[in-house]
């Protein structure tokens, strides 16, 4: 029998448990322990989901755990948080969740956890600089869902732009996963050729602003989704599920992540952003640093400052 691999969420909102519900479909585990503040709900979701075991591919065993079982988990996924009220401020969205992850973290490694924290509360790449200086943990063990389905989205989206396979298509939404993000387009591949190169080549059929417009639409997609249904949660789940499945399985993959910068761009340290990371079981293995254009370093530099800017404001108001 192999080593048993564990699984802890905590937070069974819609996006928590969009995620269990595909981590079963996809047997992602052997363990999955719910953790939650509304134990009644735990009690109703563990029974839902077990009711549904016989029909998987899974012998996954699923329970109601509380922090003490976080000890020999691989990975502890937090989901947990507060949404932001109509005409909340950012600040004051991340000061409420600040504490709920206050209560949280310390908890978690109290326990004896050693695993992979990731991170998928918004605003993600703070939350998951909040879960770094919280648990004291090396930075490769800290990560966030970050541009992972931004990417996804941006993919699927040029796949259908171009009529390519989007397993193919080799291009990063990077920086913050928010209104700053971008996509460097000098760095987009179809295969092994630059998109830069496939629009000069094509010029009648493929040009820069449609790409521009697919990016845009990346960029408003949760919004469109959240005005039509009123949140995001199946896109994001199955994001961390890809993200966890890297983890557990020692991939070695390539995911855009939020992860601490440690010098990358021009000397850019302690901030959390979306980038292409090489992704195992110790986490945050290695990070890709991008050859960017001065434009393209511009945007960076913004989604730095806005991220920075936003951590040391939830600092100084604790």
Known sequence: ??????????????????????ALNQNLCDELVLID?????????????NHGLAFSHSSMKIY????????DADVVLICAGVNQKVGESRLELLKRNYSVFSSIV????????????VVATN?????????????????????GTGTTLDTARLRYL????????SKNIHAYVIGEHGDSEFVPWSQALIAVKSVSKVLEDNPLAYDIEELEKIAGEVKGAAQKIIEAKGATYYGIGMAMVRVVRAILNNENSVLTVS?????????KKDVFIGNPCIINNGGAKRILELDLTDDELEKLDNCCSILNE?????????
């Open 158 to 165: 040029m796949g259908e732009y171009f009529e390519v396979d």
């Open 310 to 318: 936003n951590f040391h404001n939830l600092m100084e108001n604790q």
């Open 123 to 143: 605003p993600v790449d703070i939350m998951t600089r909040i879960t770094y200086e919280l648990s004291g943990f090396n930075a490769a063990k800290v990560i």
């Open 37 to 49: 503040i509304n134990e009644k709900r735990v009690e109703g979701e563990v029974m839902d989901l």
């Open 64 to 71: 109601k755990g509380k922090y003490s079982d976080c000890g």
């Open 1 to 22: 029998m192999g080593v048993q691999k564990k699984v802890v969420l905590v937070g069974t909102g819609m996006v928590g448990m969009s995620f269990a519900y595909a």
């Open 106 to 117: 310390p908890e978690v490694v109290q326990s004896g956890f050693d695993g992979i924290f």
């Open 259 to 267: 992860v601490r910068l440690r010098g990358e761009y021009g000397g």
